[in-house]
């Protein structure tokens, strides 16, 4: 029996990680934040809350980390644990940059005093990319981070690589570009989209997104989880690109969504006049334009908000999987209405 141990266990992606390897017969350990109450949800309607062993987590704290990987003695270690909501970082940048890089540093650092033999997966992004300098992105292109959240990812990218390199390490990154579930946290925008609008089905309140014109590669994070095990089969460490190959606009999710809910609606923009600060902090007026979803009877669906909008904007992302297609055996058994179809299920079950 092999054994994992999978840092953020409780996450959209920890979850679907633990119930994989616990398929494949794993002994999971699941690493937790210690707080008043562990936030147990997700694996609790995947129903294996109980299959796994918990320890304390921290990775901040070398320490912590030190007794928690001598206590589980695990195979493969899959560091999930990041604070990975980006609008967040541009508001907590220093806590981004010691949880998402210095933790991992430390996590690599732990694993190669302790037992360098165990094998380390870092789970990286597409946010990597930010300001993409090729289309579509691949693990050879250039990297332009546009946030707090991606700089400090860079830098876990990065030294993953460097203790792979400097100490013969199995340590490989994942560069994953956007998947969803019915897991996922309704603070990102695909769940605020699916969970919002059936929510409005009952209480007709909009909701309110910021940019609906940026475009991402969404997959699903059963698929991608099964990526992340694939790269710690292989005889030697790599870093892989997770993508489908398609791309589509927030606005083009939401319209999926409302479509599979049977409700017709329209789009339009909207001139309004705002109260606006100058670079001096002063009050001014200014017309700004609100992209609005009006049902065909005159109800308001969705509008949106500059406060939602981030301070520097990631406007396209689209992944080639070519390496990990090829290499790992992988695809996406998922597609885009596949997905929405999925959370929809849940949504509607919760709150329908």
Known sequence: MKTALITGVTGQDGCYLAKNLLEKGYKVYGGVKHTTGIQNWRLDEMGITNDIEYVDVDIVDQ??????????????????????????????PEMAALIDGVGVLRMLETIYQ???????????TSELFGKVQEIPQNENTKFYPRSPYAC??????????????????FACSGIL???????????????KITKGLVKWMKTKKPIMLGTIDSQRDWGHA???????????QQDEPKDYVLATGETNSVKEFASRVLLQLGIKHHWIKTRKEAQQQDD??????????????????????????????????????????????????????YDLDMIIEDMLKWDLKRYG
């Open 177 to 191: 570009f956007n998947h969803e579930s019915p897991m996922r946290g309704s603070e990102f925008v695909t769940r």
């Open 222 to 232: 059963e698929d991608y989880v099964e990526g992340m095990r694939l790269m710690l």
């Open 152 to 169: 400090a990812k860079l830098y876990g990218h990065t030294i993953t690589i460097n203790y792979r390199e400097s100490y013969d390490m």
């Open 280 to 333: 001096y902090g002063n009050l001014i007026s200014a017309e700004i334009v609100i992209d609005e979803c009006w049902t065909l009877d005159n109800q308001l669906i969705i509008t949106t908000n500059e406060k939602f909008k981030r301070p520097a904007e990631v406007d396209l992302l689209i992944g080639d999987s070519t390496k990990a297609r090829t290499e790992l055996g992988w695809k996406p058994k």
């Open 63 to 92: 320490a912590n980390i030190r007794r928690m990987i001598d206590k589980t003695q695990p195979d493969e270690v899959y560091n999930l644990a990041a604070q990975s909501f980006v609008a967040l970082s541009f508001e907590q």
């Open 114 to 124: 302790v037992n360098p033999k165990i094998k380390f997966y870092q789970a990286s």
